[in-house]
């Protein structure tokens, strides 16, 4: 994982516009640069989304309970397919048909860590097929649970120190779509969705 630190992410103006590349860890650095990222919902027929919680050697919000996986694509990199990677790398899974329902701008300060999240979120659905593999990372991943949208939503308005903070915003997109404005989802460079929301969260706040 800690690997990870020296890939290279996309820089993004507001827009979701391409403005240059750095890497993983120097984009976390205080203030924060913003960079694109996407973030992953595995939805169940029941309309329940999968939780994980962020594992204690996380470099940004460890022991946080989180979407099913979030990550940055490469430079020039689709965004199904860094999705598709790290759902693999993290949860074991399969890869799944994925559709963009709308993007977040969020910002938050971790408090435990001293790391800045400041990204363009891309926010991604997959349809989870019951029976389906999911074999954990225990270096990404403490555990996984179930939740239905709209309690997880209460839960984290009554605790949202429990939560990353930008799965709040991430849940809204699911709840409200607004797809992609154009292009494929993932298109390098490509604004997807409608201009999105400057969401400034700090510590663990939504």
């Known amino acids: 994982m800690t690997s990870r630190e020296t890939h290279l992410v996309e820089l993004v103006d507001d827009a979701g516009l391409a403005r240059g590349e750095t890497t993983v860890s120097s984009a976390?650095?205080?203030?924060?640069?913003?960079?694109?990222?996407?973030?992953?919902?595995?939805?169940?027929?029941?309309?329940?989304?999968?939780?994980?919680?962020?594992?204690?050697?996380?470099?940004?919000?460890?022991?946080?309970?989180?979407?099913?996986?979030?990550?940055?694509?490469?430079?020039?990199?689709?965004?199904?397919?860094?999705?598709?990677?790290?759902?693999?790398?993290?949860?074991?899974?399969?890869?799944?048909?994925?559709t963009e329902v709308g993007v977040y701008i969020y910002y938050a300060e971790d408090p435990a860590t001293g790391r800045v999240e400041f990204e363009y979120d891309h926010v991604l659905r997959g349809e989870f097929r019951p029976g389906s593999p999911l074999l954990p990372d225990p270096d990404e991943v403490a555990e996984l649970r179930w939740a239905d949208p709209a309690a997880l939503t209460a839960d984290l308005d009554a605790d949202p120190r429990a939560y990353?903070?930008?799965?709040?915003?991430?849940?809204?997109?699911?709840?409200?779509?607004?797809?992609?404005?154009?292009?494929?989802?993932?298109?390098?460079?490509?604004?997807?969705?409608?201009?999105?929301?400057?969401?400034?969260?700090?510590?663990?706040?939504?």
């Open 28 to 98: 976390h650095q205080p203030p924060g640069q913003l960079h694109r990222a996407f973030s992953v919902l595995l939805v169940d027929p029941r309309g329940r989304v999968l939780l994980q919680r962020r594992a204690a050697v996380k470099t940004r919000f460890p022991l946080r309970w989180a979407n099913a996986c979030c990550g940055h694509p490469a430079p020039g990199e689709s965004l199904v397919e860094a999705a598709n990677r790290r759902l693999r790398e993290e949860l074991g899974a399969d890869p799944v048909e994925l």
């Open 164 to 206: 990353a903070p930008w799965l709040g915003g991430v849940v809204n997109r699911l709840l409200r779509p607004s797809g992609p404005a154009a292009g494929p989802p993932g298109q390098p460079g490509t604004p997807s969705g409608p201009p999105a929301n400057d969401a400034s969260e700090r510590s663990g706040g939504r």
